[in-house]
T-cell receptor
Framework: SQKIEQNSEALNIQEGKTATLTCNYTNYSPAYLQWYRQDPGRGPVFLLL?????KEKRKERLKVTFDTTLKQSLFHITASQPADSATYLC????????????FGAGTRLFVKA | GAVVSQHPSWVICKSGTSVKIECRSL??????MFWYRQFPKQSLMLMATSNEGSKATYEQGVEKDKFLINHASLTLSTLTVTSAHPEDSSFYIC????????????FGPGTRLTVL
């Protein structure tokens, strides 16, 4: 079956540390992999996109890696801040005759001051 | 960045009535928009792909006669929940890609639907 798996348990870290979130998928061949941030009661906000032929992408304090052999992406937030506390969603962009994006369940991140 | 709006932001209706939710791309044109539903503490579930000028493509298990989608212009898609029931209560969110259909998505703020 097709699945996107993210850590279901919340991740609690201390301010200033690096948060690492994991996204694993099975039986998909995504063209792109994306990460979004979602705050309670809000729509997701796009953070980063990485293509299938890219290994790593960075944007300010964010870094994403993509291993198509392992079917895994890691999302890192360095020098984390309490304002980074949110739910982070992994998303796969699929071309199945039509284009669509499907989401993992997300990982809740809490950054303590 | 691109802005997507939704209206209303919340709605409460009686069982059996129909509710229309609008999704607008404010500063760009979107030939494709996506509709998602999200239950508390769960992920976004893709319901359908809305295509401007043609029929929507529904995901497996989504009733097209219950969730009517119309994409009449390049900036507006509507989702109508017909004969709503309490189990339809959820958070409905639309999105639109700015460039490539499978590139970054810009999401609306969502519509909280409560069916009594």
């Amino acid at each position: 079956s097709q699945k996107i798996e993210q850590n279901s348990e919340a991740l609690n870290i201390q301010e200033g540390k690096t948060a690492t979130l994991t996204c694993n998928y099975t039986n998909y061949s995504p063209a792109y992999l994306q990460w979004y941030r979602q705050d309670p009661g809000r729509g997701p906000v796009f953070l980063l996109l990485i293509r299938e032929n890219e290994k790593e992408k960075r944007k300010e304090r964010l870094k994403v890696t993509f291993d198509t052999t392992l079917k895994q992406s890691l999302f890192h937030i360095t020098a984390s801040q309490p304002a980074d506390s949110a739910t982070y969603l992994c998303a796969l962009a699929l071309n199945t005759g039509g284009f669509k994006t499907i989401f993992g369940a997300g990982t809740r991140l809490f950054v303590k001051a | 960045g691109a802005v997507v709006s939704q209206h209303p932001s919340w709605v409460i209706c009686k069982s059996g009535t129909s509710v229309k939710i609008e999704c607008r791309s404010l500063d760009f044109q979107a030939t494709t928009m996506f509709w998602y539903r999200q239950f508390p503490k769960q992920s976004l579930m893709l319901m359908a792909t809305s295509n401007e000028g043609s029929k929507a493509t529904y995901e497996q298990g989504v009733e097209k006669d219950k969730f009517l989608i119309n994409h009449a212009s390049l900036t507006l898609s509507t989702l109508t929940v017909t004969s709503a029931h309490p189990e339809d209560s959820s958070f409905y969110i639309c999105s639109a890609p700015l460039r490539e259909a499978f590139g970054e998505q810009f999401f609306g703020p969502g519509t909280r639907l409560t069916v009594l």
